[in-house]
């Protein structure tokens, strides 16, 4: 018998009954994430999200199943909103997240000891939990690479935060000993894409420069 959707999705008209929903979205792997820490608080949780996403304390997620990236932005920003005691609230959510699914997710993509071939591999994650966007990856040179996020909806400089610090934390993971970013521009800044230009040293270290549209 087949699962019933969650109540979410089931009541969304661009989501229901579709494998490729038609609003901008990610896989449930990452909804959960946001949601269990939530509902640990609930009552404040209450308070700080908005009314339509209260059924996320209580519905049932599914990580295969798709949840509109609208409401993934909005429940980061309640956990944020709980959570103001700690600097840099959304990069240190890509760097949980990125020590949770380098167990899970991402631990295919991984190759220990290798920044580099874990780098090639990270476009292979993206599009199998986001339904937009596309994310680009090329070694330029031996110690040079460029990483790319084109067409993505969802850009904003707190989500691209999050993403900085859990490509980071992966490539950290995979053998990087140093990992480091700065906030000058290596590319244009055209439509709905964002970039990073790492440098990729001796295969152990990498430096991460990133830009982002606003």
């Known amino acids: 018998m087949a699962s019933k959707l969650p109540a979410r999705a089931a009541s969304n008209a661009d989501l229901q009954g579709t494998d490729s929903p038609s609003v901008p979205c990610m896989k449930g792997a ?7 820490p939530l509902r640990a608080r ?39 909103a ?6 840099d609230i ?7 997240s990125a020590r949770n699914n380098s167990q899970r997710l991402y631990k295919p993509l991984i190759t220990p000891g290798d920044p580099a071939r874990t780098f090639r591999n990270l476009p292979r994650g993206w599009s199998q939990y986001h339904n937009t ?15 790319e996020i084109h067409d993505w909806p969802t850009s904003s400089n707190e989500m691209c935060q999050s993403l900085g610090a859990y490509y980071a934390k992966i490539l950290r993971i995979s053998g990087a000993t140093e990992v480091r970013f700065v906030s000058k521009p290596v590319g244009p800044r055209t439509g709905r894409s964002a970039a990073y230009a790492p440098i ?3 295969l152990h270290a990498v430096e991460l420069k990133s830009v982002f549209p606003h």
């Open 90 to 96: 959304w990069a240190m959510f890509g760097q949980v």
């Open 200 to 202: 990729i040293k001796s």
């Open 133 to 147: 966007g596309r994310l680009v990856t090329t070694i330029v040179e031996d110690e040079k690479g460029l990483f």
């Open 30 to 36: 990452y909804t959960l994430d946001l949601v269990k």
């Open 82 to 87: 709980l959570n103001k005691h700690i600097p």
């Open 42 to 80: 609930r009552d404040e949780a209450l308070k700080v999200l908005p009314p339509r996403l209260h059924e996320y304390l209580t519905m049932r997620i599914l990580p295969s199943s798709w949840y509109p990236d609208a409401d993934h932005i909005e429940l980061r920003k309640a956990l944020a």
